[in-house]
């Protein structure tokens, strides 16, 4: 089935890159924070670059 945080968070770092607020971007980071806990290696390699995109908005 997958990991639903690792969709929201993806999902919310979309959002975020779209609209470019700091609160769509506080709202992704966070989503991305809670993701990378119970996320797989390939998960964590994402999630990783994801922040490193929303580090650059």
Do not use: C, W
Not at 10 to 16: F, G, L
Not at 30 to 44: K, Q, T, V, Y
């Amino acid at each position: 089935m997958g990991n639903p945080l690792f969709q929201q968070a993806k999902e919310a770092a979309a959002k975020a890159k779209e609209e470019k607020t700091e609160r769509a971007i506080a709202v992704a980071k966070n989503a991305l924070s809670s993701a990378f806990a119970n996320a797989n290696d390939a998960e964590r390699r994402q999630l990783h670059d994801l922040q490193d995109e929303l580090d650059t908005l």
